[in-house]
């Protein structure tokens, strides 16, 4: 019998998956935002969403470093995962209601320095590189009426968006994924009109954008840079 997985386990296998999956897009991490076609994920998706066992990535501590001048240390550190309330007591993480605190209280688990958070952050930013580079290829091929690439873009900021804790940028990136394959919002139903498919797209692209901004906030501030 294969033995169980622990949440903690699941999350460094997500993130491994993220990590290999964002090599794989460069052009899309680094903002090049060349016009070679993403991959559409396949009726068994071995893409960011499965759980392939793979090993943590290596974190370069220069490029996470880099990421600002100004100290990475939490808003919220308290030496533990808890939020710094005035009377220094240790309360649950609260990022708001678009991330989920438990699935990003493990990410923070993967730090080596609870103060510094060196690995989190890396993963963070990476994503924060990753969503805005993929929303601008979305507005390109929503300009070109390329379902195909809409669908396989949103499936590929679904997967890194899940792997963060947030669960409405994961929803939105989901229908996103749902309207390029031709289907509605749950991905059931057929929707064979061109024109429908891409007008939700657009749609949800722009709420995905919204929800996007506020978790890039909420996550800036945890990090103590906020308007940096």
Known sequence: ?????????DVRVRISSFTTTSTALSEVQLGGLSDRPVESPSGNCQSVCCYTPMRRPMLNRDM????SEVSAKSAYSTGTDGVQSEDDSAGPLDL???IDAATFEQILEMDDDEDEREFSKSIVYDFFTQAEGTFQKMDSNLEKRDLEQLSALGHFLKGSSA???LTKVKDSCEKIQHFGAHKDA???????????CLKNCKTTIEQAKKEFAEVELALRRFYREEGS
């Open 163 to 165: 792997t963060l804790g």
């Open 186 to 196: 749950s991905g059931i139903e057929d929707e064979l009109d061109d024109d429908v």
């Open 96 to 98: 708001g209601e678009n």
């Open 64 to 67: 996470a470093s880099a990421h």
């Open 1 to 9: 019998m294969a033995p169980a997985t622990t949440p903690s386990h």
